[in-house]
């Protein structure tokens, strides 16, 4: 049994960022939302009436993505300031910082049990992070241009990513290989994602197109044209059954994904829509833009009809299952347009009890309890690291870890700062720069080779060096022999 779809209402809009909103992410309970912002901070709403919301202050750049993780106790945030952090949401706001990426940091995704963390950046790789050991694990180099975006499946087995080359990515995890590729002519995707399935992916493009792919059989199950400019974000609703985009062209559309069609359009913002979100019931959506206006909208879809889908597509998490009926999309490629008899929403034109949110703003600044990168922790872990972990996560830091170790954790580029006053800014860049580089690969390498290996090498250096000496000692003791006898 299930009720008549009702129209999306806008329930409330939040003011406080001061600069365009590029990511939303709700909190697994619904009960709090996080937003990432132009402004360079991060913010946290809480969506009970008269709560105080919260702005966290760490990152130096334009912050371009947040979410948190499935148990909702850390935040993760990514920066045009080529770090990653992640952030324990409450009034305190310890964070960890992640540099591994050696240009802007574009997306960040926790996989569905919050064990891992990939991240896409404009040094045109993606890399995999453990959360247990807060430590890099992997990058994936395939892509020749900027990755716009990289999300990981539901079952976390593969990781699908799109770049301004023009091409969608599907990655294996187990054997870090790529496996499928969709390239297009035209334009290249902004943001993609996997339905709650698994089976499919949509692509928000930058030619106005949204585009879902059979992954398993390779295969354009649809393609619709509704908007008139680029295409920023998508979000799947839980049941599976609908997708939301957000556009440049200002507006968020609703497409029925079973029966193929857009069927709403909704007008709230001022300006460009950078990003769109469903909560995790699909119950309440949220959207942001260039109008740095938060809007929280109540999505009054059929709850009942969405955890009768969520059960069923629980069974179907697998990359190699076949198609089948319940698949519920469209099974040959064919085009959509905007078709008449579609709903049209503006709410600005009927805003009498709309609630409007610009609850008091608490400022918190990020402890410097973070280290660098995974590189810096191997070159100074000691015996106490099984105790208080890799990377140094405040959340994980427990009270019996000596001063030393927390000690460590202070970020290395306060150090950095005395001796690089005398030094010219695009001197000092360039040589960050490189130092991240020597990082990244150093990192890599300690990935990809085994520890006996370079111990091996180390102590072979270390007796060619000893060696030398001693030659040179020898022939020192000779020649002064024989300039004695001389004498």
Known sequence: MASALEDPVLERYFKGHKAAITSVSFSPNSKQLATASWDTFLMLWNLKPQARAYRYVGHKDVVTSVQFSPQGNLLASASRDRTVRLWIPDKKGKSSEFKAHTAPVRSVDFS??????????????????????????????????????????????????????????????????????????????????????????????????????????????????????????????????????????????????????????????????????????????????????????????????????????????????????????????????????TIEINPKLDIIDLQSSSPPVVDILSFDSTTTTDTIDRTQTDKNEDVCGYFMNPSLIQPGCPPAVRKRTEDVSDLLTDSQRSIPLALTDALEHIMEQLNVLTQECWANCSKPCLVEKLEERERKGQGIKREEKNCFNFGAATDFDRG
């Not at 597509?313 to 959509?336: A, E, G, M, V």
């Open 112 to 341: 569905s049990d919050g064990q891992y963390l990939v991240t896409a950046s404009e040094d045109k790789s993606i890399k995999v992070w453990n959360m247990h050991r807060q430590r890099f694990l992997f990058s994936l180099y395939r892509h020749t241009h900027w990755v716009r975006c990289a999300k990981f499946s539901p079952d976390r087995r593969l990781i699908v990513s799109c770049s301004e080359d023009k091409t969608i990515k599907i990655w294996d995890t187990t054997n870090k290989q790529c496996v499928n590729n969709f390239s297009d002519s035209v334009g290249f995707a902004n943001f993609v994602d996997f339905n709650p399935s698994g089976t499919c992916i949509a692509s928000a493009g930058s030619d106005h197109t949204v585009k879902l792919w059979d992954i398993r059989v390779n295969k354009l199950l649809q393609h619709y044209q509704v908007h008139n400019c680029g295409v920023n974000c998508v979000s799947f609703h839980s049941s599976g059954n609908y997708l939301i985009t957000a556009s440049s062209d200002g507006m968020l559309k609703i497409l029925d994904l079973l029966e193929g069609r857009l069927i709403y359009t909704l007008q709230g913002h001022t300006g460009p829509v950078f990003t769109v979100s469903f909560s995790k019931g699909g119950e309440q959506f949220a959207s942001g833009g260039a109008d740095a206006q938060v809007l929280l909208w109540k999505t009054n879809f059929d709850e009942l009809h969405s955890k009768d889908f969520n059960k069923r597509n629980l069974k179907r998490l697998h990359f190699d299952s076949q198609p089948h009926l319940l698949d519920i999309y469209p099974r040959t490629p064919h085009s959509h347009e905007g078709k008449v008899g």
